[in-house]
T-cell receptor
Framework: DGGITQSPKYLFRKEGQNVTLSCEQN?????MYWYRQDPGQGLRLIYY???????QKGDIAEGYSVSREKKESFPLTVTSAQKNPTAFYLC?????????????FGPGTRLTVL | AQSVTQPDIHITVSEGASLELRCNYS??????LFWYVQSPGQGLQLLLK??????LVQGIKGFEAEFKRSQSSFNLRKPSVHWSDAAEYFC????????????FGQGTILTVHP
């Protein structure tokens, strides 16, 4: 079955540590996205990538980094510069074509900073 | 830039009652419109979408939504709510030139009383 996988489901981090969240898709989608979700704030875009080896900052990119070395993978690193990283992180993908914006979501990773 | 407003943070209905969740958007042209549903701790699932054509769209799980250009609205409806509909609902807007980027509303939490 085609879909998006995120791992791990739960992640705990000590302050000052970098952590990397995994996102893999087998939908053959060109575009991939990372969102952060906090209670009452909806989804906020962190980074997105329209094609391999290219990515752009979203609305809240500070303290985060990404890479897109393969079409199916878009890992997100939460760095120690992110002041409040505890949140639910969602990865999504879409065909990325100009006139088709439907996004498919993974199950999410809950990050807790201890 | 486009924006999305979901005026109701939390709605409570009785099982079997009708439901309407409100969504208003701000954008100069006709956007692409989506409703997603999220169960606690899960990713988002697409309920329905509007790209063009008939302004009344049918989705999964018995939901429908109506696009009203004059009111910049895309309200979600269901004639009879089931207990399993309890979840958080997100309205989202996409712009054709944005290469897949979506702007999400704050979300509406639906509680269903037996």
């Amino acid at each position: 079955d085609g879909g998006i996988t995120q791992s791990p489901k739960y992640l705990f981090r000590k302050e000052g540590q970098n952590v990397t969240l995994s996102c893999e898709q087998n939908l053959n989608h060109d575009a991939m996205y990372w969102y952060r979700q906090d209670p009452g704030q909806g989804l906020r875009l962190i980074y997105y990538s329209q094609i391999v080896n290219d990515f752009q900052k979203g609305d809240i990119a500070e303290g985060y980094s990404v890479s897109r070395e393969k079409k199916e993978s878009f890992p997100l690193t939460v760095t120690s510069a992110q002041k409040n990283p505890t949140a639910f992180y969602l990865c999504a993908s879409s065909t990325g074509t100009k006139n088709y914006n439907e996004q498919f979501f993974g199950p999410g990773t809950r990050l807790t900073v201890l | 830039a486009q924006s999305v407003t979901q005026p109701d943070i939390h709605i409570t209905v009785s099982e079997g009652a009708s439901l309407e969740l409100r969504c208003n958007y701000s954008y100069g042209a006709t956007p692409y419109l989506f409703w997603y549903v999220q169960s606690p701790g899960q990713g988002l699932q697409l309920l329905l979408k509007y790209f063009s054509g008939d302004t009344l769209v049918q989705g999964i799980k018995g939901f429908e939504a109506e696009f009203k250009r004059s009111q910049s609205s895309f309200n979600l409806r269901k004639p009879s709510v089931h207990w399993s509909d309890a979840a958080e609902y997100f309205c989202a807007v996409g712009v054709g030139t944005s290469y897949g980027k979506l702007t999400f509303g704050q979300g509406t939490i639906l509680t269903v009383h037996p």
